[in-house]
């Protein structure tokens, strides 16, 4: 998936080796950029939304599916890693509303919150459980 350079600029020092959590990845960046590019656009605040209910959705299928590979595996660090991803969809659900209320300047404050939680827990907590999913995946 090609990446607009935006927001979020993606690399290969986030990826884990494990496919499916790094295509995840890849597609919340995409879509965080996306929102993040429209917005500067001053698109629709209906298109918004759209944009924003997808990034949501994407994050949380991804959650699901990390927090299920972390339970396969018995990763000993899960109730620290699915804590933090709770931490995300609790702010996800304040910045759900400040859309509703088009509060550009929260809206902004938010998607930066997002951005810098992405880049430190992708850095962190997911480089540390992909390393230990890739030595028990054989990859
Ligand atoms: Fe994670
Ligand atoms: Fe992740």
Redesign the pocket.
């Known amino acids: 998936m090609a990446i607009a350079a935006g927001l979020f600029v993606w690399g290969r020092h986030y990826l884990t080796k494990v496919e499916e959590?790094d295509h995840?990845?890849e597609e919340i960046a995409c879509l965080l950029n996306e929102l993040h590019a429209e917005r500067k656009k001053g698109a629709p605040l209906e298109q918004q939304r759209a944009l924003y209910a997808a990034l949501e959705k994407a994050v949380v299928d991804?959650?699901r599916t990390?927090e299920s590979y972390m339970r396969r595996f018995r990763y000993e660090g899960f109730e620290l890693h699915r804590a933090e991803h709770n931490a995300l969809v609790e702010r996800a659900l304040a910045l759900s509303k400040q859309l509703e209320t088009g509060d550009g300047a929260e809206v902004d404050a938010g998607l930066e919150y997002v951005k810098d939680w992405l880049r430190n827990?992708?850095l962190t907590s997911?480089r540390r459980m992909g390393r230990f999913l890739a030595e028990k995946l054989g990859l």
Do not use: T, V
């Open positions: 959590i995840q990845h991804h959650f990390e827990h992708l997911d």
